[in-house]
């Protein structure tokens, strides 16, 4: 389980540190804690990362969900200034949620926590309205410092995704695609499966299909490998990651 290495971060007091010429000073051990609404569709993840942010002392994990719906019922009953966000969650797709859920607590900043290591899901989620972007495989390093970072407005990219994301800048929706159906096509053009697809992008089957076929109407292809070659053309994915498809 996720245990955070000691001296990272330095804890809150326990009590209030002593006026200084009369003021007051900033006061952070008397302030409100963060209050945290922690998001993902397994327990022992959930009892993993509540054990990380509850050994913050200004940290309060006020509530668990374990799919969309649970998350947004509970943001809105908690007031929870953090919702720690896993993609991967039952209710509908955890990144076209975010709107949803900012829209409906606008005091509520979002980290995503996830195992996505594409940079183009961290650009969707932050597109979205999220501040933060957490990979799980380092979320004993860099949680912590999201959550905070978020609380006070401030935005938290994984350093390594970050650096991809600077190196590989998206090539932007060609010929009227929408960036979901950009994804959609690299996916095919890679050779996966409808099903495959769907279950990367966290959509059904149905809506992949209606997706493909509105990127094959819009470039007037048909056949895999026009797609394909449209892909490579644009960028979208390299001759190298084809071949190994």
Not at 22 to 32: K, L
Not at 100 to 120: C, D, F, H, N, Y
Not at 163 to 179: H, I, K, Q, T, V
Request: cysteine-free.
């Amino acid at each position: 389980m996720w245990l955070r290495p000691a001296g990272i971060f330095m804890r809150m007091p326990d009590q209030d540190p002593a006026p200084i010429d009369g003021s007051s000073g900033e006061e952070t051990a008397s302030a409100e804690p963060i209050r945290i609404v922690l998001a993902d569709d397994h327990a022992v993840v959930r009892a993993g990362l509540r054990m990380l942010l509850d050994h913050e002392s200004d940290f309060e994990v006020v509530a668990e969900a374990s799919d969309i719906d649970g998350a947004r019922r509970y943001v809105r009953g908690h007031h929870a200034r953090v919702l720690v966000l896993d993609l991967n969650m039952p209710g509908g797709s955890s990144l076209e949620a975010i709107p949803t859920i900012r829209e409906e607590s606008p005091g509520t900043q979002i980290v995503v926590l996830t195992m996505q290591k594409e940079p183009a899901f961290a650009r969707e989620a932050l597109s979205a309205g999220a501040l933060g972007y957490v990979l799980k495989e380092a979320a004993d390093d860099e949680l912590v410092e999201a959550v905070r970072r978020a609380a006070v407005g401030e935005s938290y990219l994984n350093p390594k995704l970050g650096a991809r994301m600077a190196s590989e800048p998206p090539p932007g929706p060609p010929d009227d695609l929408s960036p979901r159906e950009v994804d959609v096509l690299r996916l095919i053009a890679l050779g996966h499966t409808n099903a495959e697809i769907g279950e990367q992008l966290y959509l059904s089957v149905r809506t992949v299909e209606t997706h493909r076929s509105h990127i094959q109407q819009k470039l007037r292809l048909s056949s895999r490998a026009e797609l394909v070659g449209y892909a490579l053309q644009r960028g979208l994915i390299s001759a190298e990651r084809e071949r190994t498809a």
